[in-house]
């Protein structure tokens, strides 16, 4: 293959250069627009805005420290929290500041295999302008803005590099990329284990290609040896180490016989080392979703999946698919028609149709899967707009003023191409994943808990929780599966007798579990454990034993729950983990709760909005033509002490709803009588804590926390 000369490589360091300049400078827009808002900073910096960051903060905190508590779900070793020790070790800037950067920075990295794989298919421009699109289209930037600190910052940096390598080993079979597409398998494993469906749809291109086009060439199947090898589920440094030996066996001419040889060993290790089970089990959890899980432990328990839950796992309108790759859906469908051209005149850009199918499975797994078809696109629309300006160009006699047109197109079409992204960046104007003074609450728990104490939140809080307080979460942004959701669902919409009781046998099960695992003595889910344990078969028996003068573990920890004002919004959510029969799978209860912060109000009626009015005068609350009667309505509020008070009004001792009107959030809430007595809606809303129970330790509009008396 022929070498680029000086001036191409000066020229393609200098778009890498602009291109990556490019993408980082527009990231800087969300840093410009809060400058001056302090509620967005911790200790002199922006905050990161996602919840899942707080996870690799975390190992990377406790790398630096040199300590964790045992269990505590610190990710000390996982490739992000590595990676942002080593920046520490290296770089002259505060942890906060070297994790807020971290992604616009490496996220960036993208233009450098973007162009790359332009210049080696003889299309640097089109590389180029498609570096400058996929740096900054919708779904790349959303994961990849400053504050995004998560493994997304190279999830898609990975990929593209190996379509690069393979790009490269196909067209010039030069035997260096057989170890370049090796390490790039295992450096992308490391950094993101899920890699390994994307791999295998690599793997599988390669292979469909060797046998119908190319079957007769070594070097195919020897890459595929390679791959192979690389893609196994074993340790990194065991993959790493059978790599580099069997690519000096590749060098030796004289071993090169025995390639079929290890060729079927490397089938073999790959299947009795995983083989499917990792992608099958992904399709499982984005594709063939179901709503109810059901354990296998010695009692058949039924639990609702949190998949049905999360936004970026389900189903999205085709505008939106479109607009996250593209910026515009008719950006995208011409893109997809240029790719498909590209592919015609350019045989070896079929191998980006893992990464173009992983973005279109969108469509049946939510959202996050968008991300994987931008660079694909942005090929495809920019190869598109040069092909067509050229194409132009010739149908001008005047050399010269084809020039002018071929360049007008290239110009305004790549505007129109990136003008719609660049406004997305600035009208996306994410919050942090908590404020400044939110922080200063978990700050002080954090004097007041000691580490092996736990906090009860929901699993959107866990990993913030655990980084800012340095405490244990039951469930987090890792660990909320339909078992362990449901105990802290069940804690949170009943009554504060069942939640503390409950609270104290979950913490104590679940470091019994812990324990039982290092015996390797088998582990079932604690509900059903406790079930066993207290001799009862039926777990909804169980439950109800709560109110019960029950016997509870031995206390070997504090428990404390963390009720913040922004669970108010997804309370219904939450409750839909305990509203099950756990026995049968069925829903059990539907407990009524509206919240409305927009409402219009007259003499006679209170209009909530989405059909809930108040008849003031027939103290009802109507949905739609149903009239139901109302029990109290409760004000709660701060007086200029900032103190709480609360005042409740009895309007009909055989109503059915309740309203609470939250003065200082201009929040009404409706709800049922079983909602009413949650232990969320008592403690947080209406402070109203039972001493048996519960001990107040921080009692601040933003969040309220207890200790629990059990």
Known sequence: MTQPNQHTRYKILAYIVGAFAFSFVLRLIWV???????????AGQFMINTNDGYYWAEGARDLWAGLHQLHDGS????APSVLTYALMKILPFSFETIIFYMPAFIGSLIVIPMILIGQNLKM???GFLAALLASIAVSYYNRTMVGYYDTDMLTIVFPVLLLWSLILALRTKEEKYLLITALEIIAYRWWYPQSYSLEFAFFGLILVYALLFDRKNRFNFELLTMMLFAMMGLPSMVRLGIVALVYLIFKQELYKKYMWYLLGVSIVLFFATGGFAPIWSQLKGYVFKDAIEVSKDALSLHFFSVNQTIREAGQIPFSIFAERISGHTVTFIVSVLGYGLLVWKKKEMFLGLPLLGLGFLAFFGGLRFTIYAVPICAFGIAYLLFTSSVYIQSLFINQNIGKVVKSGIVIFGSLAILYPNILHIIDYRVPTVFTKSEVDILQRLKRVADREDYV????DYGYPIRYYSDVKTLIDGGKHSGDVNFPVSYMLTNNEEKAAKLARLEVEYTEQAYKRAEENQSVMNNTAQMTIDYQLKDANDFLDTLETNITLPSKTREIYFYLPFRMLSILPTIAQFSNIDVMSGKTSRQPFFFQSSRFKDSATTLDLGQGVVL??????????????????????AYNQEKKFIKEEKLINPQGLFSMIYMQAYNTFLVVDEAMLHSSYIQLFVLENYDKRFFEAVILDPNAKVYKVKM
């Open 75 to 78: 990710p000390l070793y996982e």
């Open 615 to 636: 008849e003031k005068n027939k103290g009802v609350i109507r949905l739609g033509t149903q009239e139901i009667p109302i029990k109290s309505f409760i004000t709660t």
């Open 32 to 42: 410009y627009q809060y400058s001056d808002y302090e509620g967005f900073k911790f």
């Open 124 to 126: 640097l421009d089109v």
């Open 456 to 459: 009860v939140a929901w699993w």
